[in-house]
């Protein structure tokens, strides 16, 4: 019975979209639920909080909806370096020299790295199908709302248990038990996901078609990685429904990937056969005859514009990699792309907006996925490793300096180099 209602579901999801291709009409809404938005409480602080909020990362202290206005945080620069903040926080006037919180969120509400300037061009992803398996975000965020056309969360295994025999592998038998309670709200790392990919400021492809689906993602739970290949053979399954001029491109799930002979990485093969750019917890997925690039974030400096290649500095795990392990593996080569330190879309409000100042968040995987959006609506035709190859032979080089020795930075992606070798390429033929 289950399945029979699935089935209904996805012939009527199919029907209205071949109805949306022929009148050429934005997109409505598929959505199983309406997640609440994340509770914050107003709290009114009268000494700087020192509790550290796990369910949003190690370390952070939740500044999300507090007013400060009683503090002097004038000595707190290096505190404020580990803190999330919104635009509900009231802010006291006694800050660190430089620091202006609110200017801040101002500031990076942008892709960044002039990616605009493609945008004014006239390629912001349109038709282009963007997939993300993740945690739950606010699916009524002014930032992105209007580019959701699909919204699912996985509580059952009925395209898994249809596979089984076909991929060989499930493990173990029990499939009645849902990861996701009916009643979660929104999360920060969702509503940031969407944001960084479609979002009509923060978004890479502000005009792609976004297709999400929540699923249980944390490694310490049991069978996470089912709920994953479930979550991923529906992608598959709606991108059987779309239109040749409007397939899902890009797919990002944000999970690690698991032992190469697994159920979850044969059904990534396949998405992978299928041309589409596939990206998991920030990793460029590739087969190994073509494994040769290695994607690494880069943390804005919240103070330069975030269009400047100069406003980005190598994260403190890149750090490590240049400056102390005797550099990158140089079996790859490493395309470097903004994802730390970014404004993000909030889960607390449908018009607010939040900033971390640490590194807990990687977003480089749905920067790059917009990206792809772009080169695909560009050119239908490219592949995920033509788009690598012209990512990297495009990428800008940058010094960068930590205790005295230089090391340069290779290779920085630019967006508008990149775009304009391929609509040459493009010209070309």
Known sequence: MKIYKLWISLLAFSLFLSACNKAEVPIMRSVSREPGLRHSSEQIFSVFPTEKKESIGPDYIDLCHADLTSLNLEDMEEALQNTLFDTETIWTYQLPAGFNPKQMIKNGKTAGLNINLVHQMGLTGKHVGIAIVGEIPNINHEEYKSRLVYYDEVRDFQFLKRNKERLSIIQGEDTSYSPLRADQDATYRGSAACAITVGHQLGTAPGADLYYISTLLDPKASRYKDWATEAVLRVLNINKFLGEDKKIRV?????????????????LDQAYEQNILVIVNNAIYQKAIDEKYLLQALKWD?????????????SSDMIVKLFWNGGINLAYNVILVPGMGLTLASPTKNNSYSLMTGEFFDLSGYWLGGLYALACEAKPGITPMEFLDLAYSTGDSQKTTFNGKEKTLERIINPNKLMKVLSEKVADK
């Open 251 to 267: 797919l990002i799930v944000d999970s690690d990937i698991d032992h190469p002979d697994s159920l979850f990485t044969k059904v």
């Open 302 to 314: 919240q103070v330069t514009s975030p269009n400047k290649p100069s406003a980005y500095r190598p």
